[in-house]
């Protein structure tokens, strides 16, 4: 039996269903049946990012302050900084304050569904408005993306299969 450490704050009964999916081999084909292969995103470079998370600031969060960075990262530990990461840095430069915010998304979104990007761009976005993962943070998400919580937990699925055997498609 295999750690399902993406899993780890869900309840026994619903690692113990995941675990019966991989034991029985049907973890792979929930995923794909789910998410085909052509549902698999054409935003590889950080230019795409970039243009691909101002679409959807734009559209929800336009009163937001700027963003001055939005990258790929490889360096990001998938585990404790889940797959995106934002900061938001302070100083004073010239006795001005001046502050920068900054999206890095895990590389590992380079290769999965457009709607698991999506979800991790959402999540990331709301921390401009919410700072802290509080009610008002995830129903700042779920007005971006209504399907975010069952979103999150199939990323959650799709990492614990590429940990265990590898690329999906």
Same mark, same amino acid.
Request: hydrophobic residues 40%; negative net charge; aromatic residues 10%.
């Given at each position: 039996?295999?750690?399902?450490?993406?899993?780890?704050?869900?309840?026994?009964?619903?690692?113990?269903? $995941?675990?019966?999916?991989?034991?029985?081999?049907?973890?792979?084909?929930?995923?794909?049946?789910?998410?085909?292969a052509n549902t698999v995103h054409? $935003?590889?470079?950080?230019?795409?990012?970039?243009?691909? $998370?101002?679409?959807?600031?734009?559209?929800y969060l336009r009163?937001?302050?700027?963003?001055?960075?939005? $990258?790929?990262?490889?360096?990001?530990?998938?585990?404790?900084?889940?797959?995106?990461?934002h900061s938001f840095v302070s100083r004073v430069q010239g006795g001005k304050l001046k502050s920068k915010n900054e999206i890095r998304i895990g590389a590992v979104l380079k290769t999965a569904p457009l709607k698991f990007l999506r979800m991790i761009v959402i999540h990331e976005l709301a921390h401009l408005k919410e700072k802290e993962h509080n009610k008002a943070f995830y129903n700042l998400c779920l007005y971006m993306e209504?399907?975010?919580?069952?979103?999150?937990?199939?990323?959650?699925?799709?990492?614990?299969?590429?940990?265990?055997v590898g690329s999906l498609y």
């Open positions: 039996m295999q750690t399902l450490k993406y899993l780890a704050g869900y309840t026994p009964t619903i690692t113990a269903q $995941v675990q019966q999916l991989i034991d029985d081999n049907k973890l792979a084909k929930l995923l794909q049946n789910k998410y085909p054409d $935003v590889k470079t950080d230019k795409a990012l970039y243009t691909y $998370v101002m679409a959807l600031k734009n559209q009163q937001s302050g700027p963003l001055s960075k939005i $990258v790929y990262d490889d360096k990001i530990d998938l585990l404790h900084q889940a797959l995106g990461l209504p399907d975010y919580h069952q979103l999150e937990f199939d990323l959650r699925l799709y990492l614990t299969y590429l940990d265990m």
